[in-house]
């Protein structure tokens, strides 16, 4: 358990995924093609996150303060504070992903996959128009794959059973924060798996051997998640960091392929890892 543990902190710091949130970010910045998916729904999510954090700090935040005063003393206010962006993060990304920009986040990975030269990965998961005069986000077409799995009640329960660890001055908010990267880590890959059509058995493997680099992009994109009122355009910038990494991984040749040339679109093949 201790050599796993060692290992895969050491792959945490060696890969250096928890870059690619950051890489996510510039990326997006700097290629106005990929824009569309975000400025369609900017002003809803802007909308959302506001009355989500108003609310939280409203009715929650000095309830917080009084139970974590007891084993945090004055440090009271400011881990309650982080505690509140946190739970504001998950229920505004709990909501936008269910109801408002699932579509939008697999056009923006496949898109970036596009521009990173892997057309013919993306193709295995939706019709792709002509390459003449398009830019990548113009070429996608119709999604022929089944849609990715919303987030699970399963996920839900892990992040109620973790909060209690935000009780314990620092160690316990980076503990909270590592356990939450590396639940959210491999997910941000889902569409990717996909794409391979890898199998449940196939994706729990290909993980388990990077976990230390999952868990690193991860724990990247939920600390930046805690920014107030970015932290669903870090759900779009996050998607293209995601299909950076894929993208390299890729031309590394890195990843195992499907024993088929389908594509994994039912049943447990599509479950949270």
Do not use: C
């Not at 009084?66 to 505690?83: H, K, R, S, Y």
């Not at 970036?112 to 986000?137: C, D, F, H, M, N």
């Amino acid at each position: 358990m201790a050599s796993s543990v060692s290992a895969q902190s050491k792959q945490l710091v060696q890969s250096r995924t928890y870059l690619y949130p950051l890489r996510g970010i510039s990326y997006l910045l700097s290629h106005s093609s990929l824009w569309p998916p975000v400025t369609r729904h900017l002003p809803s999510l802007l909308l959302l996150s506001t009355g989500v954090l108003v609310f939280m700090f409203a009715f929650t935040y000095l309830p917080q303060v009084a139970v974590l005063a007891i084993f945090n003393g004055p440090l009271a206010f400011v881990n309650a504070a982080g505690l509140v962006l946190s739970e504001s993060q998950f229920i505004i990304n709990t909501i936008a992903n269910a109801f408002i920009i699932e579509d939008s986040i697999i056009d923006l990975f496949d898109a970036t996959l596009i521009e990173q030269g892997q057309s013919a990965l993306v193709s295995r998961g939706r019709e792709l128009k002509p390459a003449v005069k398009k830019t990548a986000y113009q070429r996608l077409g119709k999604i022929v794959t089944a849609p990715l799995h919303k987030l699970s009640p399963e996920s839900i329960a892990m992040y109620l059973i973790s909060l209690p660890l935000n009780l314990v001055p620092v160690v316990g908010t980076a503990a909270f924060i590592l356990l939450q990267g590396r639940r959210a880590g491999p997910r941000f890959h889902g569409r990717y798996f996909q794409l391979k059509g890898l199998s449940g058995s196939q994706r729990d493997e290909f993980v388990s051997t990077r976990r230390g680099a999952y868990t690193g992009f991860g724990a990247a994109a939920v600390v930046l998640n805690l920014i107030p009122f970015v932290a669903i355009p870090f759900a779009f910038t996050h998607a293209v960091g995601a299909a950076l990494w894929a993208a390299d991984m890729e031309k590394q040749h890195a990843q195992p392929m499907a024993t088929d040339n389908t594509v994994g679109t039912t049943g447990k093949d599509n479950e949270e890892l």
